[in-house]
Structure formats: C-alpha cells, structure tokens
C-alpha cells in the first residue's frame, strides 16, 4: 500500500498547522499562536504556481527545503519529502503548507515499496559522517549509512536521474576510498551514468558566500543516449556583494555584541565594515575575498564560527541575523523565517541548507537532459 504522499496533506487549515507546531514543539505555545495568523496570511499570499510542472522529484534529508526550492524554479513537482528533525519540519511547514508525516520522516524506516514513483531523486544527505571537522571513518560497505538508503531507493524505483549533494571533504575522505565506494555503487551497482563537479556559491550561484560544495548528478543508464550530454553549468558573474545581504530594517537587539567579554577585542581586530568575519572561539577571522565565509550548521551554537560584521552605519558589532543568513544562501525574500523558533535553530537550519541559485541551475541543467527529445 503506498503512503499519502504530501499531495493530499497541503492546504492544510489553520487549526492543523497549529496542531502540528504544537507537536514538533517548535516554539512556545503561546509564541505560535500569536504568529499563527501572520502564517496563514504568509501562507495565501504565496503566488500560485503557476510553472508548467515538467517533472516529479524526491526530496530526501529535505532539511528547510532548499533543495526543492531549486528544484521547484526548474519546473519540478515535489511528491514525497523525508526530514528527520523536528524544528526542520516546522519551518517547512509554514513554507510548503505540508506537513511530512510520521512515517516519512526517517529514512532509514521508510520501506522503498511506499515511495511514490519520480523523475529525479534529490538527497543532500548528512555530511557529519564525511566531513573533514568529523571523524575520519570510511565506508566499503554502504550498509549502515544514510547513503545506503539512498542506494535502495534508487536500486528499487530506477528513477531517470539524481542529485546528490554533500562537502567537498567528501572527495578526499578515507584517502578517497569513501568516495569511490559511492562512485562504484552508483554506476556499477545502480547502472548510472555519474557526473560529479565541486561548485562554489560565489562562482555559480551569484551570492557573496564561499561554499564549496560535491554536487554528484546521475542517469540512469537505461534512459541516458549519448547525444544527451549533459554538462555542469556555467559560471555566473558574481555581481551581488555583502552589503546587498544585510538588513536594512531594525536588527533585533540581541545580536548586538557589546555585552560580551570578547568586545574589545573585536573592536580593535573588527576594522571592515564591508567584511563577514568569524568568531572561532578565541580568536576573529577575515575573509578576504569580500564574501561572506562558509555558513555552518553549528554558526549559532557554542561560540564557534559565528558570522560577525561592523555595521557601516552605527560601526557596531553584531552577529549576521537569520534573514541575513538566508540571504547569503539565496533563499527569497518571501520564504517565511518563524519568529517564535529559537535563533539557535534558524542558524542550524540555514548552516545545513543549500545555496539555492545552485541548486536552480543544476536543476535546470538536469530538466534539459529529461526533456530532451531523441
Ligand atoms: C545537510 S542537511 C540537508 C539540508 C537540505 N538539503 C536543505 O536544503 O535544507 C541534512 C538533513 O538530513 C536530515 N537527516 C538526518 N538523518 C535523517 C534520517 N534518518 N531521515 C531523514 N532525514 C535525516 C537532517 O536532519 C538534516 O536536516
């Protein structure tokens, strides 16, 4: 039997999206419902889309949706979503007006017979296992990992293509042997034609954040001919700059430094006011290149990696604010950032994500190769 997909969970009233909230304890009761109507009216604002949809994709380890974001501006329509934590699931609520199920959240319990047919699958699967800051453990075997839920579901369903994202460490991780164990999979195993590429934000996606990033994008051998040929997107000219993703309106009164013990020494290292600086527990880093460094899922925790700028006006020093942390990973300005959720989660949630005019010219380049005619 298969699964609702979200399909029949959207437009979900009011009173659900309450219920909802109120289950995935995503912020104070009596926060969410003060903000429930700003929600609902964020919720039918939301233009219509009115995209001619020209394929179905997956969007699996969704986080806040960046993926599908990209994937949506390309002419795709989401049918299933997976996303295991909590406070994820409550932002994309408000955004997608669909609420993930029970059953759909964890990957790993979801069987493969209950996934809805699709074109692509999407996965921009947990770094932690790979990343240069983890801990080096590789992979022969892809039992046991989240990649290897993505291996059955593609062994199962054969959809025509893939996205797979994840950090660049990815590539010389285990001396390459974790990579290459995923490379064989997919194209000896899964029968794919692979390509992969690293891309940086600043060089592709016309936002100032350095973001290096392994984009892997496969066919299926049975509906790729040669004459496809598909290729990475071109560059596109970085012509935005920090200043252009900074709020202009009143910044909450939190961010502000001055209280902290480590203020004077910003004062005298924090001389730019047109840089992103990094607080990295004892000292400040400058980025150089007039971009923002890369955004961390642990940005907002534990003093470590925290984005800081000197405003130009007021020459204060204060902490980049969510919205402006969603601005350097290209997400629109109408994508609703819930007031009543903890700071703490908002930088998690936007660290994780993707730099969504990446992922749009990806997913256009893939939308290329699905309609060509043969
Ligand atoms: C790197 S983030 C992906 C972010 C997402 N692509 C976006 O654009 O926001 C990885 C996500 O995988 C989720 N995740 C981890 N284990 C999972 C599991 N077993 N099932 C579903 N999601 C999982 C994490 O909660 C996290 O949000």
Known sequence: MQLNTQKENRYISLKQINQHLLHLRAGRP???????????????????????????????FAGIGGM????????????????????????????????????????????????????????????????VAGERK?????????????????????????????????????????????????????????FSKVLNTMEYGNIPQTRERIYIVGFSNDFYKPNMNFSFPNPVKLN???????????????????????????EEEMLQTNTVYQWRRKYVRENKSNVCPTLTANMGTGGHNVPLIREKTTRQIRKLSPRECANFQGFPKNFYIPKFMAKS??????????????????????????????
Do not use: W
């Open 138 to 194: 590789g992979f022969q075997d892809t039992r046991g990992t989240l990649f290897f839920d993505i291996q059955r579901i593609l062994s199962f369903k054969k959809p025509k293509a893939f996205l797979l994202e994840n950090v660049k460490g990815l590539l010389n991780h285990d001396h390459g042997k974790t990579y290459k164990t995923i490379i064989d999979t997919l194209e000896k195993k899964l029968n794919y034609k692979v």
């Open 68 to 131: 599908r974001l990209g994937f949506e501006c390309a002419g795709g329509k989401c049918v299933m979503s997976s996303e295991i934590d909590k406070k994820a699931l409550a932002t994309y609520l408000v955004n997608f007006d669909e609420y993930i199920p029970e059953q759909h959240q964890d990957i790993t319990k979801i069987s493969e017979l209950e996934i809805p047919n699709h074109d692509v699958l999407v996965a921009g699967f947990p770094c932690q296992a790979f990343s």
């Open 240 to 266: 935005t700059s920090i200043e252009d993703c900074l709020e202009k309106n009143q910044i909450d009164q939190s961010l502000y430094y001055k209280k902290y013990r480590m203020h004077s020494k910003l």
């Open 345 to 374: 989660c908002l930088y998690k949630q936007f660290g994780n994500s993707v730099s969504v005019p990446v992922i749009k010219i990806l997913a256009q380049s893939i939308e290329k190769i699905l309609t060509t005619k043969t």
């Open 30 to 60: 009596k926060d969410i419902e003060k903000e429930l109507e700003v929600i609902q009216s964020h919720l039918n604002n939301k233009s219509l889309k009115n995209t001619k949809e020209k394929f179905t994709f997956i969007d699996l």
